[in-house]
């Protein structure tokens, strides 16, 4: 008995679920990028978060506030960096991240993700006078944000093609499309569907291309804490419905747009996780 009770009182305490962090505080914390366009950034009209995750987040928050019972339930709004936005799931000082966040096994280790949102794929972009495709960057410059898988997805790319390239590694997407504009390297690298939002959201430049070629496969996700399986159903359940629904067409409409319509792999991922009640 003495040693039921020792082995009782050694056992780590239950970590509080999010949904009981979201009630005591009384508001919802979501982590998002600034300058993630179209998926994640700040208005320019009002400085507001928008974009497609931020917007599948916030019906997140709703289904948060109709599962905990309160007639409203605030949203704070934290901005994250790719350094920082894994860390601040883990630790908790974000209930939810919605950015362009790529699910891996790695990542697993530190956070949980909820049924994917999107599937893209990383690849370069530059001066199409310059280089069109990967074995055009022989001894040329190119650009990649750190703390990002398209770091290791651009090594292995160039690696195949026997490229020898100098990559210059930056904090974010769009301070490597600075060094682009001002003419520091020659090409950028990361996410299709992030080339084209920096290219919208920081200023269009004549000349410029995205190479057809796909380094890597990136299915993105909302990340959320390790552990939580309550929190974790409700996160996919939103999904869920919002795929079975046909929600997402208007969606995606709404912030992708530009990009065109729905490559079929996107059709089938929807599809997919359309999963029933």
Do not use: H
């Amino acid at each position: 008995m003495l040693l039921l009770v020792a082995a009782l009182c050694a056992a780590p305490l239950v970590q509080a679920g999010t949904l009981d962090d979201i009630r005591k505080r009384g508001a919802m914390r979501l982590g998002y990028a600034e300058s993630k366009a179209p998926f994640s950034f700040n208005a320019k009209d009002d400085g507001q978060p928008a974009g497609f995750s931020v917007e599948l987040c916030k019906r997140v928050a709703a289904a948060a506030m109709r599962s905990l019972g309160v007639p409203s339930l605030p949203v704070e709004w934290v901005p994250l960096d790719p350094d920082s936005r894994l860390e601040a799931v883990a630790s908790a000082r974000v209930d939810l991240e919605g950015g362009t966040t790529t699910a891996t096994l790695l990542r697993r280790r530190q956070v949980d993700f909820s049924l994917p949102i999107f599937v893209d794929g990383a690849t370069v972009m530059g001066r199409a006078a310059v280089a069109k495709r990967i074995s055009d960057l022989q001894g040329r410059r190119i650009a990649v944000a750190e703390s990002t898988t398209t770091v290791q997805a651009l090594d292995q790319g160039l690696a195949r093609q026997q490229v020898k390239a100098e990559v210059v590694r930056t904090r974010t997407l769009a301070q490597a499309f600075d060094l682009l504009k001002t003419g520091q390297v020659d090409a950028i690298a990361g996410d299709r569907t992030a080339l084209v939002g920096v290219y919208l959201l920081e200023g269009r430049i004549d000349g410029l291309a995205v190479f057809e070629e796909l380094l890597s496969y990136e299915p993105y996700a909302l990340a959320l804490r390790r552990g939580d399986s309550d929190f974790r159903l409700l996160v996919d359940t939103a999904l869920a419905e919002i795929y079975r629904t046909g929600e997402i067409d208007s969606i995606f409409k709404t912030w992708l747009a530009p990009l065109g319509p729905p490559s079929p792999v996107l059709v089938a991922l929807y599809l997919l996780n359309a999963l029933p009640e």
